[in-house]
């Protein structure tokens, strides 16, 4: 009993402090869907679409639960320009052909997933995306900035999640990503400070 209760509590933990912190800077990933169409991330986000992005592992009862809601289906359905959603299948011990059943898969994700399905086998995006549980749904902004909003069940609430993501305001308007030094100043400059800024403007 006592040891069920620690598995418990340390489980309880991991899960609530191992994804990413809210804002954080989204990784760039490519992969191959299952019709054979290659996807990159931060093209689509140059594009000025929003990524919700859906990691499962076939084996995830509470995934397929999600998956049959069909609400990220309707949400792609219904903002084809805004948002593209993207499953990844994010175990690497799980067979890319388990997609369609067999073995220890729930079933045929191809009849419950509609938007862009795809594989990893090399586990690099659940790595990235610090994944500590199945499933979990991150919505990726076009500046990057990647936050949790779990399994919201509505079309609504999605698109007001999407609706969050701020916006340029100027025609040439830099923002800064991150921020890797110290506060020292030497004269008044910083010492060992280097920064990434990304284009955010509206235009070109």
């Not at 921020?179 to 235009?203: M, P, R």
Request: net charge negative.
């Amino acid at each position: 009993m006592k040891k069920l209760l620690l598995f418990a509590i340390c489980s309880i933990f991991y899960c609530s402090y191992a994804q990413l912190p809210a804002n954080s800077f989204g990784p760039d990933f490519t992969l191959t869907d299952i019709n054979g169409n290659e996807f990159n991330l931060h093209s689509t986000l140059d594009e000025g679409k929003t990524v919700i992005l859906d990691l499962f592992a076939t084996w995830c009862g509470p995934c397929w639960s999600f998956a049959e809601t069909g609400v990220l289906d309707d949400l792609q359905e219904a903002y084809p320009d805004e948002v593209v959603c993207v499953a990844v299948e994010a175990d690497p011990g799980t067979p890319a052909s388990e997609i369609y059943g067999g073995g220890s898969s729930v079933g045929d994700w191809t009849t419950v997933i509609d938007y862009l399905l795809m594989d990893d086998a090399s586990g690099g995006v659940a790595d990235s995306y610090a994944l500590a549980y199945y499933p979990t749904i991150y919505k990726i902004c076009p500046d990057r900035m990647v936050t949790e909003i779990g399994q919201l069940s509505s079309v609504n609430a999605f698109y007001s999640e999407i609706g969050s993501c701020t916006s340029a305001t100027y025609s040439k308007d830099a923002k800064m990503l991150s921020y890797e030094g110290d506060n020292t100043y030497c004269d008044g400059n910083l010492v060992n400070a280097s920064v990434t800024i990304q284009n955010y403007s509206i235009g070109s």
